[in-house]
């Protein structure tokens, strides 16, 4: 997909849990994309942080790390 | 202090020229430059001395009429302010036989009284009811009125006391008092008058219901045709609410009640008590079923007390005099007084007051002096246009709720419309027929249709077809509209019209076919 | 089954707890008091003759047939109108009694025409009926030269009114029973027909016009109503009366109305809202009742089509060549482009058990979790919400629960048009007293109609609900609203800590708001105020909560203020998600969404995975799949290659329509099941033709978790029912299913989902539907979720940060688009748009408000463009203040319009639900049709040719 697109989706989830204390916020981001995106989303998502991951919202980057590869 | 001139602002009056008398006597005040001023009260209920004029004497007011504009100035030559003689003159108002044969208890201050001023209505014994009743509990007030035997004046009868206690005891979180004021029988203006002469007096009648069953809200349902009533009862309504009588703390009880009037949609049948309640709701004026009553379920669903205008003007005086007082009067299980309105083809019309038990002969010989044509009298109609039509033989009945029913007929409102001999009781018939489907609400079959097949049949029977077959259909459908009705209307029909067949046969058989 | 006549008590049942024993005609009964004693007749199987009363509506006491006699009571009082007492004794027949019905019934003739045999309602009048009861023999007034309402010359005669499509009105016929006048009021709730005229002279109007152009919604209360012909269906005019019924349920909304087809052979005559219907308690609308003709309508398609390009003509094929040739491509295409390069989409509008069959189908079949359905651009925000905070992806409640409501709260919803029969029952609560709340951006018939109004409606700016809910819940947590006992005893007092004290921030007060919503701080906080303090509150909301990029979000800040106000788990109150299809709540449940096994098992939870697999003997696979957005991204990307679309429109329904088509373009096996060629079918390669829900056996489930029963009528005239077709596409994959009918599928499904465990057709049979979860601890079902507890547990708090939409207005596009739907179309209009129901929508209209059109040099009628960043469409404008200026609104009826040409690709952020009610846009004069819908026209005319069959083929 467009990866302005999947950056906007994974920003959304990142914001919409963003008001929850740090760690929660990044467990609750991780869970979320272990839970609902579909393993070439998640991929397409770590090759975007693979190559420099600009414009990722500091939350989903973090979850990104901790996301099962 | 000036001397006090009453000609009356009633309808009846005003129809028969009050006002141009009225304007007449100011001219003569101010041209003679007299120590004069003009009251204008309400009717003492003698119509055909209308317009009848009062001038206070040092002796009592002294009446003249049947007054005309014209007659005015010969008045004041001869010496009206102090109640010198006059072709008109008719001496002492108190002494006409007329009134002076009557006991007026409701109407007590009728004609009397200025209706818009609240000191008048004070220092001849208004509030004084009411000024009782704030000393009693609810339940004392509601005891009271059922003891005094009084029942619902607009026609029905029933014990206003025990619909009150209904209306008491139901739970809602509001209650409301609602006056018939649609005053819509042929030949009755009881209602009128007293709202036109003396509207304190249901102001009054009707806070002493609400206080008595706990209804924060009165509405006078009026008719539309009785502008000059709206008028009145508007003026009187704010008159009572800027000096306290009404509104919160109404009269110092601590207690609300307010109170407003409400014109009527035009239609008889939204003098029936469930019609009347729907027209107030703003809707169709059509007949609820009873049940639920309206006193546990009325206005906007809420208990409601539902009364006549004379029945709620005559709980003043019950609670000022007691029931006892009130109870004395009367006869059989008809207590108190009844309104009687003499009209038709009557010599003199007007309201009678009197005791229940009077017979029908002395109210219309006695008080009314016959018919007016001087021909012999040959039916009377009691009870509004759904009431029987009594022959001669028939005119010793008592005016009592009890011994008008055993003789299929009704009392009602108290109207009483006289016919002489030229009446043909088969067109009454007919009439009656005709007055329900113009009248009809159109909801229960047997009056929406039954109406209009019964003048069809009698319109048969009138042209001799199948006489004796339609008198039968004629008697059927008037059993079905008599026990099928959903209400009075079509209900009562019958009466007139079976009355019209028992008494007057010779009128459907033949003589004018 | 014979035609089926449910018995009529005469008067509705009272609820009454109290009980009363009275005889009637020698026989003891006892009934609730407040029972008529018509109605305790015919408990003790005595009927009592009427005409003006039936039990659908108040009694009336009109027609003075069913006079009885009480002993110790004067007269002959009215059976209907009457109440039981305790130790009455009741006549209901006597000679004076048989006198006087049979002379009202005399009366009732002496107005009526006598063409009994040819008239409509012929065999089922009760007039008719009723003159024989009591023996009518003679109407001695005549029939002729008296004062009548049927006879041509008469003065009073009206000639018929055949102005809507699907009834007539015959006055001639009348008996003025205001049985339809009533109906419209109390059951309907419309109040579109009165009485006009007095005594003789009443007529029953549609408020002195014809009934098109009245305020009637058809919903047909009145014809059924209607004892006579004088309110008949036109389809029973015209084929008779129906000579055996098949109860079945409504294939429309999500409320799920029970019917009876009344049929002749395999044709149906008409439809009746069936009065034990649980859902509609005899009650329709327009599309239910009426919009039925789509089911032989000549555009659809009964024989299976293949096509290599979307450019050639359709083939018609034998059902065999077409399901090898799909598995074929199937097969193809997985070997080319890998085992996740196909997937599928559930239908909500088929049975469970087949959505059951099609997601297993995926899953099985196709080895993969590429399985989603149309409530993903619906409620799929409602599933994630709800299962978040409460524990179950569905509403909370039995809408018969709104009856004991106190405070209803409606938001983002359009009851009256998308659920108009939940809405009549709704509206009669708000008349009879509850207090009413509407959030919504534009003026929805609630807030103001016949006889209800809005205590409060916050018309609050698109796109700004979570701020809404975080103001209300800022209300309720500072002003000390919540029901602390509750929280403590029910909920995660640690979830709880965090979110009041999230809400308690100053930023979320109505008055910190008020510049982002639009709403009067003063308002919300009486809303607030009203929705705490107020009695049984319940939350009644749409898709103007869930399709927005915070739907999500927003459901689960409803559920906060629910749990927090004590306002879940007890009849009157709860959170309820209006859907929309009639089986989406079913299709979820059947685990249509690729993260979830039915019962909404997550895909990765070992045991469930292990479970299916055990049952269906195949691997399955513990990662999510595709969702129909991720869909349409990856057959872009060129990883995404073959579909199998059952009875859904993504190319019409689907936000972004230039993406979607280029999508659906992509891809080199697409294939369409479905009664109709649909927009998506312009892009398919297969085309399997479906069956309607008059020709299949199965179960729906609606809004309410009520699963009933759908009931074959006729045969399929496509020659296979849906899931057979699925049967036969995995068959051909190599994956055996060999079901004989849906009842073994359901078995299957119960066997797997604990919340269906005690579901069978049996059980259904007995109970007439059931309420899932229905199991051993709830043998007859569940009305009310979460009573003594959570699904979940403890109720979870969940902190709903308001985080604005990036779909804003622009100088480019200063205004806001929403969506929604009217009362007479359904959805994407297949179904509704092949009936009468166009004469009342033929188009979507772009409604403008008075002070934006002006601007523009906009009059009502003008063609206008409606432009965004993802494309523009032109609409002919109407101009409206239900909407406040700065907002535009459409309907999305018609696919010619291509509203979602307009939408964009954002979304909710947890479950990809289209953000469809919020688009900036422009409007401006147009001068023709925009470049698309040129297109479109063009591209519609060359992909739904149909080739000449083959000789011999």
Known sequence: ?69 | MSVKIFIPCDMAALSVGADAVAKAVEREIQERRLDAVVVRNGSRGMFWLEPLLEVETPKGRVAYGPMTPDAVPSLFEAGLLDGKQHALCLGLTEEIPYLKNQERLTFARCGIVDPLSLSDYISRDGYKGLQNALKMSAEKIVEEVTNSGLRGRGGAGFPTGIKWNTVLKAQGSQKYIVCNADEGDSGTFADRMIMEGDPFVLIEGMTIAGFAVGATQGYIYCRSEYPHAVKTLRRAISIAYENGYLGDNAAGSGKTFDLEVRMGAGAYICGEETSLLESLEGRRGQIRPKPPLPAIEGLFGKPTVVNNVISLATVPIILDKGADHYKNFGMGRSRGTLTIQLAGNIKYGGLVEKAFGLTLRQAIYDFGGGTATGKNLRAVQVGGPLGAYFPEKLLDTPLDYEAFAAKKGLVGHGGVVVFDETVNLAKQARFAMEFCAEESCGKCTPCRIGSTRGVETIDRIIKNEDRTKNLEVLNDLCEVMLDGSLCALGGLTPYPVLSAVEHFPEDFHGTTA | MALLHELDYGTPASTSQQLVTLDIDGQSVTVPAGTSLMRAAVEAGVNVPKLCATDSVKSFGSCRLCLVEVEGRRGTPASCTTLAEAGMKVKTQSPKLAKLRKGVMELYISDHPLDCLTCGANGNCELQDMAGVVGLRDVRYGMDGNDNHFQKSSPRYVEKDLSNPYFQFEPSKCIVCSRCVRACEEVQGTFALTIQGRGFDSMVSPGGTDFLDSECVSCGACVQACPTATLIEKSVIAKGQGEHSVVTTCAYCGVGCSFKAEMQGEEVVRMLPYKDGMANHGHSCVKGRFAWGYTTHKDRITKPMIRKNITDPWKEVSWDEAIAYTASEFKRIQQKYGKDSIGGITSSRCTNEETYLVQKLIRAAFGNNNTDTCARVCHSPTGYGLKTTLGTSAGTQTFDSVTDADVVMVIGANPTDAHPVFASLMKRRLRGGAKLIVIDPREIDLVKSAHIAADYHLQLRPGTNVAMINSLAHVLVTEKLLDEKYIQERCDLEAYAKWSAAMAQPKNSPEAMESVTGVPAELVRGAARLYATGGNAAIYYGLGVTEHSQGSTMVMGMANIAMGTGNIGRLGVGVNPLRGQNNVQGSCDMGSFPHEYPGYRHVSDEATAQLFEGAWGVKLEREPGLRIPNMFDAAVDGTFKGLYVQGEDIAQSDPNTKHVEAALGAMECVVVQDLFLNETARFAHVFLPGATFLEKDGTFTNAERRISRVRKAMAPKNGLGDWEITQRLSNALGYPMSYTHPEEIMNEIARLTPTFSGVTYARIEELGSIQWPCNDKAPEGTPIMHIGGFVRGKGNFVITEYVPTDERTTAKFPLILTTGRILSQYNVGAQTRRTENNVWHAEDKLEIHPFDAEHRGIRDGDLVTIASRAGDIALHAKISERIQPGVVYTTFHHAVSGANVVTTEFSDWATNCPEYKVTAVEVRLAKRLSEWQEQYREHSELTRRIGSPVAGD
């Not at chain 1, 989830?13 to 995106?37: C, G, M, V």
């Open chain 1, 1 to 69: 997909m467009d990866s302005h697109h999947m950056i906007h989706m994974a920003n959304s989830i990142a914001l919409n849990f963003s008001a929850y204390p740090r760690e929660e916020a990044i467990k609750l981001t991780t869970q979320h994309l272990q839970d609902f995106w579909e393993p070439r989303m998640r991929r397409q998502l770590h090759e975007y942080v693979a190559q420099g991951g600009s414009g990722l919202h500091e939350l989903a980057a973090e979850a990104e790390k901790r996301l099962k590869k």
